[in-house]
């Protein structure tokens, strides 16, 4: 179960923002990793939430029983890390708010069996966004027995 995920924005305010925009839910400075720091939170029972921290923070272990520190180091525009959130909104509703942002957002097809919305947050964190709809069909497409089924159907993708 996943309850929260990070991610590094050029304005932490305003993705952190727009992320509670598509949740229906509430952002938040959060000020314990670093200054300019802003949580996203989805006020749903999990207490899901996306932390948003300034391009080119890491966070490097701290030293006995204390909380990691967030130190700031060389930005970087593109990273493998990316999430799938689900929204309340409806497909038109996630466009316009990209539209808004000025962010690239596609729909596209996941191995031909469920869909999900591209958005490029600030041109460079893929947030994959999710709708009631898609939700159904990720859900009834992503599970362990159908993985398994995939790998054993093509054995090179495993090795």
């Given at each position: 179960?996943?309850?929260?995920?990070?991610?590094?924005?050029?304005?932490?305010?305003?993705?952190?923002?727009?992320?509670?925009?598509?949740?229906?839910?509430?952002?938040?400075?959060?000020?314990?990793?670093?200054?300019?720091?802003?949580?996203?939170?989805?006020?749903?029972?999990?207490?899901?939430?996306?932390?948003?921290?300034?391009?080119?923070?890491?966070?490097?272990?701290?030293?006995?029983?204390?909380?990691?520190?967030?130190?700031?180091?060389?930005?970087?525009?593109y990273t493998a890390t990316h999430m799938a959130i689900a929204t309340p909104l409806d497909v038109?509703?996630?466009?316009?708010?990209?539209?808004?942002?000025?962010?690239?957002?596609?729909?596209?097809?996941?191995?031909?069996?469920?869909?999900?919305?591209?958005?490029?947050?600030?041109?460079?964190?893929?947030?994959?966004?999710?709708?009631?709809?898609?939700?159904?069909?990720?859900?009834?497409?992503?599970?362990?027995?159908?993985?398994?089924?995939?790998?054993?159907?093509?054995?090179?993708?495993?090795?």
């Open positions: 179960m996943l309850f929260h995920v990070s991610i590094e924005a050029d304005r932490p305010q305003h993705v952190a923002s727009v992320i509670a925009e598509l949740w229906d839910g509430k952002a938040l400075p959060f000020p314990p990793v670093g200054l300019g720091s802003w949580v996203a939170f989805a006020g749903d029972d999990r207490s899901t939430l996306i932390e948003v921290y300034p391009r080119g923070t890491e966070l490097h272990e701290a030293p006995g029983d204390h909380d990691a520190v967030g130190v700031t180091a060389a930005h970087r525009r038109d509703r996630v466009f316009a708010i990209a539209r808004r942002e000025d962010w690239p957002c596609k729909v596209c097809t996941r191995g031909g069996k469920f869909r999900v919305i591209e958005l490029w947050v600030e041109g460079g964190q893929l947030v994959e966004v999710l709708t009631a709809e898609m939700q159904r069909e990720y859900l009834a497409t992503v599970t362990i027995e159908n993985w398994e089924r995939m790998l054993a159907a093509a054995p090179r993708m495993a090795a």
